[in-house]
């Protein structure tokens, strides 16, 4: 995720202010310095420290490889592993990890990296695929849509949102018509949970229509023409030969054609459930009430008769 808060600036600048250890917010922070890379981290995350720098330079060369682009500095990666203290810069509960291009800047929950689906290396690829898209396109050329969708695609599907066990978010939005159209996430993201996934999961969508209809020919066309200057619009238009609006009608239409009912109505089973055993408790209690009506006068008319005998 490409960070912009005002705070997590502050605290590098501390952090560059004094070498070779530091303190981040308050916490005594290490050091290792390789070519390559730089990790500053918590103490008692020296291994995994280590593992960043060890892994780092062969993350560097598969992206160079896919982008044909070299990441010609060397980043700062982060490793935090109070959480709350990673959230309270970041400003999120669900972000994990995020990039701050501006300042060759990598920072990482690693709390979050000892748990499924995240990893080290996943997170740290997809990380570094925003500082690489960021070093050689101008800034606020490329839209946010993008840079999200395919740091996911680089990552395998991976992306840096802790997503919820709901999974259909997407497909929910679209059904209702409250999905989020793409120039509304030209420039920033959603700072509502819901939103933010929503976002997340069109930009990783619509990365992955371009590639089925157009392969990765068409996902480095449309990054050379932003690279050269080209905005958004005129990019797409270059690339794939049809206009940024008509392209994201084509993926609405793949994706509603996609839409499975299972997922939908899982994400309700329980409500789904509770309504039909309502329903069920409402028509038990019908049919006896019906019962009671038709034997009514059964069972008062002996009664009559008996007092009338008597009498």
Same mark, same amino acid.
């Given at each position: 995720m490409k960070h912009k808060i005002p705070v997590i600036v502050l605290c590098v600048l501390t952090l560059f202010a004094v070498c070779p250890s530091t303190l981040l917010c308050g916490v005594e922070m290490g050091r290792l310095q390789e070519t390559?890379?730089?990790v500053l981290f918590e103490k008692p995350l020296h291994a995994a420290a280590r593992e960043v720098t060890t892994i780092y330079p062969d993350i560097k060369a598969e992206l160079e490889k896919i982008f044909g682009w070299k990441l010609d500095y060397s980043p700062t990666v982060i490793l935090i592993r109070d959480r709350k203290m990673f959230?309270?810069?970041?400003?999120?509960?669900?972000?994990?990890?995020?990039?701050?291009?501006?300042?060759?800047?990598?920072?990482?929950?690693?709390?979050r990296m000892t748990s499924r689906p995240?990893?080290?290396?996943?997170?740290?690829?997809?990380?570094?695929?925003?500082?690489?898209?960021?070093?050689?396109?101008?800034?606020?050329? !490329? $839209?946010?849509?993008? =840079?999200?969708?395919?740091?996911?695609?680089?990552?395998?599907?991976?992306?840096?949102?802790?997503m919820r066990r709901n999974r259909s978010v997407l497909q929910r939005a679209m059904l209702t018509g409250s999905y989020i159209r793409l120039r509304h996430l030209e420039y920033d993201m959603p700072d509502s949970g819901n939103e933010l996934l929503l976002a997340y999961e069109e930009s990783k969508s619509i990365v992955e229509y371009i590639l089925s209809k157009f392969g990765k020919k068409g996902i480095l066309e449309i990054l050379k023409h932003l690279k050269d200057g080209d905005g958004i619009y005129t990019a797409v238009r270059k690339s794939l030969a049809l206009s940024l609006p008509d392209l994201e009608d084509k993926w609405h239409k793949s994706v509603s054609r996609k839409i499975?009912? !299972? $997922?939908?109505?899982? =994400?309700?089973?329980?409500?789904?459930?509770?309504?039909?055993?309502?329903?069920?408790?409402?028509?038990?209690?019908?049919r006896r009430l019906k019962r009671w009506r038709e034997h009514k006068d059964l069972y008062e008319e002996p009664e009559e008769d008996f007092f009338n005998e008597r009498h």
């Amino acid at each position: 995720m490409k960070h912009k808060i005002p705070v997590i600036v502050l605290c590098v600048l501390t952090l560059f202010a004094v070498c070779p250890s530091t303190l981040l917010c308050g916490v005594e922070m290490g050091r290792l310095q390789e070519t390559d890379v730089t990790v500053l981290f918590e103490k008692p995350l020296h291994a995994a420290a280590r593992e960043v720098t060890t892994i780092y330079p062969d993350i560097k060369a598969e992206l160079e490889k896919i982008f044909g682009w070299k990441l010609d500095y060397s980043p700062t990666v982060i490793l935090i592993r109070d959480r709350k203290m990673f959230q309270r810069m970041v400003g999120s509960t669900l972000v994990a990890a995020l990039a701050v291009p501006q300042r060759k800047l990598i920072v990482i929950d690693y709390s979050r990296m000892t748990s499924r689906p995240f990893t080290l290396r996943t997170i740290l690829k997809h990380e570094l695929c925003h500082l690489l898209l960021h070093s050689h396109i101008e800034n606020g050329k !490329l $839209p946010r849509w993008l =840079d999200e969708g395919i740091a996911q695609w680089v990552s395998e599907g991976m992306g840096e949102i802790v997503m919820r066990r709901n999974r259909s978010v997407l497909q929910r939005a679209m059904l209702t018509g409250s999905y989020i159209r793409l120039r509304h996430l030209e420039y920033d993201m959603p700072d509502s949970g819901n939103e933010l996934l929503l976002a997340y999961e069109e930009s990783k969508s619509i990365v992955e229509y371009i590639l089925s209809k157009f392969g990765k020919k068409g996902i480095l066309e449309i990054l050379k023409h932003l690279k050269d200057g080209d905005g958004i619009y005129t990019a797409v238009r270059k690339s794939l030969a049809l206009s940024l609006p008509d392209l994201e009608d084509k993926w609405h239409k793949s994706v509603s054609r996609k839409i499975y009912w !299972l $997922p939908l109505i899982s =994400d309700y089973l329980y409500e789904i459930l509770f309504f039909i055993a309502a329903l069920l408790s409402l028509a038990a209690y019908s049919r006896r009430l019906k019962r009671w009506r038709e034997h009514k006068d059964l069972y008062e008319e002996p009664e009559e008769d008996f007092f009338n005998e008597r009498h």
